[in-house]
C-alpha cells in the first residue's frame, strides 16, 4: 500500500535536489535520486522510519563513496602501469587495499547496528535485496539504452 506522505516526502526531495543541482545534474546525482524513489518504493517506509532511516543511509552512502574513490585513485590508480610497478610497491598498494577492505567492513557492520535501531530486521534485509535489485535495475535499463532500446 502507497503511503501518500511517504510520497509527499518523496516528491519534496525530488523537487529540493533538482532545484539545488539546476537542470543539468551530474549522473551520480540522478542515480543518487532514482535509488531513493526505488528504496522508498520497495521499502514503504512509514514517516517516522524515513526521517530516522534516511540521514543514516546518505551518511553511510557518503563513506561508502569515499571508499570507493580512495580506492580507484589512490590503490587502482597506481596500478594502470604495471609494467613500472616493482614488486615492492605493489605490496604496499595491497596492504593499502586490505586496510581499505578492514575499513570497509567496519563501516558496513555499523551500518547495519545502527539501521536496525530505526527499521526492523526484515525491513533490513529487504533494504539489502532492493539495494541488489536497484543495481540489476540500472544495468538493465544501461544495456537497453546501449542496445538502442531493444531486448
Not at 12 to 28: E, M, N, S, V
Not at 42 to 49: K, P, V
Not at 96 to 105: G, P, S, Y
Amino acid at each position: 500500500m502507497i503511503n501518500y506522505k511517504n510520497i509527499t516526502v518523496l516528491l519534496l526531495l525530488l523537487f529540493t535536489t533538482t532545484f539545488t543541482f539546476g537542470q543539468r545534474k551530474p549522473d551520480k546525482e540522478k542515480i543518487r535520486t532514482l535509488k531513493v524513489a526505488y528504496l522508498t518504493e520497495q521499502l514503504e517506509f512509514t514517516t517516522s522510519e524515513a526521517e530516522a532511516f534516511w540521514p543514516i543511509y546518505n551518511t553511510y552512502q557518503d563513506k561508502m563513496d569515499a571508499f570507493r574513490n580512495k580506492e580507484r585513485n589512490q590503490i587502482y590508480g597506481k596500478t594502470k602501469d604495471m609494467e613500472s610497478l616493482s614488486d615492492q610497491e605493489a605490496n604496499a598498494l595491497l596492504e593499502d587495499l586490505i586496510a581499505l577492505e578492514d575499513e570497509k567492513n567496519k563501516v558496513n557492520k555499523q551500518f547495519l547496528k545502527d539501521i536496525r535501531k530505526v527499521i526492523s530486521a526484515k525491513k533490513t534485509f529487504l533494504l539489502l535485496k532492493s539495494e541488489n535489485g536497484f543495481k540489476r535495475h540500472l544495468l538493465k535499463q544501461y544495456h537497453q539504452k546501449r542496445n538502442g532500446g531493444q531486448r
